[in-house]
């Protein structure tokens, strides 16, 4: 199953079904079938995804004793060799059992006896090998034992070295563009870029770029995992890179410091030749382009300066953007009184959230010339 950030259910399964699986959605997550190839495959190419995971079992427990003969019925011993090194997390809710650490320690403990028995161990293991992440989640006394593929989260996808003060996450940025309805061949602007994750999401998508191209998962390295299929995959990947064609994307941020650090980001991601990057305030921008997108993540007030200042910047947004009728404009804020700073009420609002604030992407339509 894939997980993601709530909101983003729809596009995650989009993804699954553009890469050809048959998805059932959930509130976090979307299920799939596949084997190892396809787990690796999903990794490498979910751009909007958290991370992938294995549905192991599942059974109902009321108590610990329960949940302790659950976990320690499942045969770990076909899937964590003797060195494995198996991290346990634990989650609860709506349950009789609803202490995590317990979870986790209970969970962690029948793990042990199991693979000790097998291994002929007197419970201890050297858990020196490959990660073999096991989380057990309880939702109204139902036990889902889960065993973790990607490691390191999907956002991770290497390029971004530094960040700005409010930094957004990568796989939120690619789903701000896959929102935005973007075509490769319309203008792009992001005219608050502060790293430039939006625009770098942005290029990846427009040159078919996989976002895991430059990165590992934990499946990598483990004794299941044939590394040859790996490699295989991303010789594919790398054939399906779109060289040709051509891309007008621009970002702009009134920080020289915060330029400087997004080329260098987006060089590091192999994009550096397709954006340009200025230090621009959003203020002084305009354009004679028509059929553009803006995608903003702008400064909310909660996190960087002040509701006064937030709003007035909201406001400077308004009066240019209202004069591109031509040009779509995709802005995400916590702010409930972006619609009056901006002086006009959007087409569409989308409650998203980033990390664990509520946010709203307000939408507003562009029509289309010619």
Known sequence: MAVMGAGLEAIVAKELKDLGYQVQTENGRVFFEGNLADVYRTNLWLRTADRIKIVLDEFTATTFEELF??????????????????????RSKNSILHSVPA????????IVERLAATYQTRGHLPETGGRYQIEAAIDRDHVMLTLDTTGDSLFKRGYRTEKGGAPLKETMAA?????????TDNPFVDPVTGSGTIPIE???????????????FDISHWDQFDEKIGQALKKEARTMIDFDVELNI?????????????????DLAGVGEDITF???????WSTTEKNGVIVANPPYGERLG??????????????????MPTWSKYILTSDEGFESAYGQKATKKRKLYNGALKVDLYQYWGRKER
């Open 202 to 216: 942005a290029a990846l998508m427009g040159r078919k770029i996989a976002p895991g191209l430059n990165r590992e």
């Open 175 to 183: 789903s701000l563009v896959t929102l935005a309805h973007w075509f």
């Open 69 to 90: 003969q659950g976990v320690k019925a499942y045969p770990f011993e076909d899937l964590i060799p003797y060195d494995g090194k198996f991290p346990v997390n634990g």
């Open 306 to 323: 002040d509701t006064e200042s937030v709003r007035k910047l909201y406001h400077e947004m308004g009066q240019i953007y209202q004069q």
């Open 250 to 266: 621009q970002g702009y941020d009134i920080d020289e410091n915060m330029i400087q650090i997004a080329q260098a980001n987006a």
């Open 103 to 110: 979870v986790q320690s209970i969970t962690k403990k029948a």
């Open 278 to 284: 200025k230090q621009l305030a959003a203020k002084d």
